[in-house]
């Protein structure tokens, strides 16, 4: 069977997407994902994604990591699909209903609600997630939240200076976070920015994190560091995040169609 794909991307971000909407696609499973996103023998990219019929939006969007695990949200991925979409948007996703918006400077998504008490997060046990009373080496007491999927977030004077390969992997896995974590390092460079590096949950280190810059945006105003928008900036490029006075997260920035293409089924079972 001959599949076509979109190949998208968010600052770098970048997404196999399938579009489920029209025709009846095969569930791929978790296997055929991971060989479709790995790079060296696979078309390559961070998250897959399939676009599905959705009653109550106007496309459901399911978020599979390059490892093959389904998860609930990505921010960059929805301004991708907000893109394709071309006009404003509902989109249902494992952590929520979100919605696009197209804006001068790219796509707009409102992302919802964070949530920050630690059963949402998950975590194994109650703690304060404002700043945790845990530590990882030179990583110490970071904020948790969830913003669809869960983020631990660690101010440092340098992120640039982290080992995130090292950490990013101990922490993911540190039986603190029965779901895993997506791990952040942020650096305040002034109240308007952040300066953020993500090893994402089931990917590792990305050029970009659109929950993960929501989540440390958020984090850093919950702490009183930073003004309620900032701009935060990743290695692919910026992302503008505003926490309205409503409790919704806004989240602004660019997205981008690389190629479109095909593959056969067969060769990745
Ligand atoms: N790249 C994403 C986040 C994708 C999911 C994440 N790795 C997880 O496991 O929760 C984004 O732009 O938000």
Known sequence: MRINFTKMHGLGNDFIVLDAREED??????????????????????QFIVLEPDPDASVR????????????????????????LGKPATIATGGGLISTTPAENGIAVDMGEPRFGWEAIPLAYAVDTDAMPVGWDMLEQPSA??????????FVPDCDAVPLDELGPQIEHDPLF??????????????KTLRLRVWERGVGLTRACGTGAC?????????GLVDREVSVELPGGPLSIAWHQDNRIIMTG????????????????
């Open 25 to 46: 696609l095969p569930d791929l499973g978790a296997e055929t994902i991971r060989a479709l996103s790995d790079r060296t023998r696979g078309i390559g990219c961070d």
């Open 61 to 84: 969007m399911r978020i599979y990591n390059a490892d093959g695990g389904e998860v609930e949200a990505c921010g960059n991925a929805a301004r991708a699909i907000g893109l394709m």
């Open 145 to 154: 939240v969830n913003v669809g999927n869960p983020h631990a977030i660690f």
């Open 178 to 191: 029965p779901q895993r974590v997506n791990v952040n390092v942020a650096t305040v460079v002034d109240r």
């Open 215 to 223: 989540a440390t945006a958020v984090a850093a105003m919950r702490r």
């Open 254 to 269: 660019p997205a981008t169609q690389a190629f479109r293409g095909s593959f056969e089924l067969d060769d990745y079972t």
